[in-house]
């Protein structure tokens, strides 16, 4: 007898038993008899031997302790199906797969009621891994791109407007295919749940060719979208890691002292311990800067003036996602005590959309010109005074100047 | 949706209730008892059987009582013979009143 592997790409989904079984049992009926089926790379491979009738049911997984029993069903499963004449041959995508070739041996599932049940338990699996996919999407994107911009409000689409439509897009493609995914099993199971529920065995001899070439259709599509959506993710980690900091005097955006130095006629003094550069580089459309609490003295006429101040600078792929970025972070307002703080329009700047409000502690500027947003957080006194040294007419024009849109 | 308590039996599960009132025994031993029992009308397939044994274990209606190698022994509880008890004077008055009779 032969022992040849034969490898078959499934032409239905594993959740819909009707179908699996009918092609399983007629797989056997050739001679091919199933040995492993992988749900992750999506094939089955078979055992090529005499042609023989032989059923293959599926069921719901049996562990009774989840995965904690390890990847064997329950012995006793096991071992009641044998007393009964049914072998385990192997599990996938939450379901069991057994056979026999006794034409004497029951049905694996004689009461359809009960199994409708066992049916409901995957519904509940199903609807658990979507929202572990939501949960994992979420860590991903704290994961990548640091708290500061996730957790203030309307952090999430701002994370999607300074990724443009580059690296976003095949995430969120992605999710949507396993989404999907997860949406045509739950839709599948119902619909032979409905039917168990109301007394009807499932059809074992269903036409599996039916609906072929659709599936293999979907497959190919989610797979190459979630290709995609793992590439994308994967070129945000290397971009991520290849962020780097720098000094100050090298940075290539506007930093607060130098053109305020320049505009005052004044001396800066930077506070090296203090003062770093975060600039994250993933490509020319995705460009993201942040400066958050830097310090810088400059010393004026008048006296020494200390500079506080807090950039957010994002470069988005279109003026639209810009103005996107740039609406998230005119409501992510942060300090609860302050979120209600007067927004005004502040005019003659040259950009786009230029706003202010105060927080409690300082001006918030955020500007937006073309494909680039800058809110800045700036806050400038004299040693004996608390107050403003530099009023926002004063800087605000110089920031506008630095984007180039 | 929430998981509910067992509220009716199904035939199945009467009949495998049925075996353990005859005494402790594994789910292979109640398969043969149903299938002698009944003549081979009502079939149980080992699936089914091992859902129910799950199902009743967790409504304390059988306990294991003996676990050797696979198998596995279960003894009905009192909870459980009273689960059967009522199930039988439901069909004995389903049966009473087709035949136009009273409770019997």
Same mark, same amino acid.
């Given at each position: ?41 999506? &094939? ?107 957790? +203030? ?36 199971? =119902? ?31 989610? #797979? +190459? ?26 940075? =290539?955006?506007?930093?607060?002292? #130098? ?27 995705? &460009? ?49 005590? &302050? ?60 920031? #506008? ?5 | ?5 067992? +509220? ?7 009949? +495998? ?68 008890? #009522? ?8 049966? =009473? ?8």
């Amino acid at each position: 007898m032969t022992k040849r592997t034969v490898y078959r790409i499934p032409p239905c989904p594993i959740w819909d038993l009707e179908a699996t079984e009918s092609w399983l049992g007629d797989l056997a009926e050739q001679g091919l008899h199933l040995k492993r089926m992988h749900s992750l790379l999506d &094939f089955a491979a078979f055992q090529a031997g005499l042609a023989q009738p032989t059923r293959y049911r599926l069921t719901a997984d049996s562990r009774r302790g989840g995965l904690t029993n390890g990847p064997q069903p329950d012995p006793e499963a096991v071992q009641l199906a044998q007393a009964l004449g049914w072998q385990y041959v192997d599990r996938c995508g939450g379901l069991e797969i057994w056979r026999t070739d006794d034409p004497a041996a029951p049905e694996l599932n004689t009461d359809p009621a009960l199994q409708a049940l066992t049916l409901a338990r995957m519904n509940r699996q199903t609807l658990g891994q979507m929202a572990g996919y939501l949960v994992q999407l979420l860590l991903n994107s704290l994961f990548f791109f640091g708290s500061a911009l996730f957790w +203030v409000q309307g952090g999430p689409i701002l994370i999607l407007a300074a990724l443009g439509l580059w690296a976003g897009l095949p995430i969120l493609l992605g999710l949507a295919v396993l989404w999907a995914d997860c949406g045509l099993r739950l839709w599948g199971l =119902a619909r032979q749940r409905r039917k168990l529920a109301h007394g009807r065995e499932l059809d074992h001899k269903k036409n599996w060719r039916i609906g072929k070439n659709r599936w293999w259709v979907w497959r190919g599509t989610s #797979a +190459v979208l979630t290709f995609a959506m793992l590439a994308s993710i994967l070129w945000l980690q290397l971009g991520s890691e290849a962020a780097y900091t720098r000094p100050l005097e090298e940075s =290539a955006f506007p930093l607060m002292p #130098a053109p305020l130095a320049e505009e005052l006629g004044a001396e800066p003094k930077l506070r090296p311990e203090y003062n770093t550069n975060r600039m994250t580089s993933h490509s020319d459309p995705l &460009f993201t800067y942040r400066e958050a609490n830097q310090w810088a003295y400059l010393r004026t006429a008048q006296g020494t003036i200390t500079l506080d101040w807090d950039i957010t600078y994002i470069r988005t792929a279109t003026p639209w996602l810009s103005h996107q970025a740039a609406t998230a972070l005119r409501h992510a307002r942060r300090f609860g005590a &302050f979120s209600r703080a007067e927004v005004q329009t502040v005019s003659g700047l040259a950009a786009d959309e230029a706003f202010t409000w105060d927080n409690g502690f300082s001006t918030v500027l955020l500007l937006r010109r073309g494909r680039e947003v800058a809110r800045v957080q700036l806050f400038s006194h004299y040693a004996d005074d608390t107050a403003d040294a530099l009023p926002l007419d004063v800087w605000a024009p110089l920031l #506008a100047e630095r984007l180039s849109g | 949706m929430p998981k509910q308590p067992l +509220v009716l039996l199904t035939e199945t599960m009467f009949y +495998v209730l049925m075996a353990f009132t005859q005494g402790p025994m594994c789910g292979a031993d109640a398969a043969a008892f149903i299938h002698q029992r009944t003549g081979g009308r009502v079939p149980i397939g080992p699936a089914t059987l091992y859902t129910i044994l799950g199902k009743f274990e967790k409504e304390q209606y059988i306990t294991q009582v003996e676990m050797e190698g696979r198998k596995r022994t279960y003894a009905i509880t009192a909870k459980g013979r009273a689960a059967y008890e #009522a199930e039988l004077a439901r069909l004995r008055q389903c049966v =009473a009143d087709a035949e136009g009779g009273t409770t019997p």
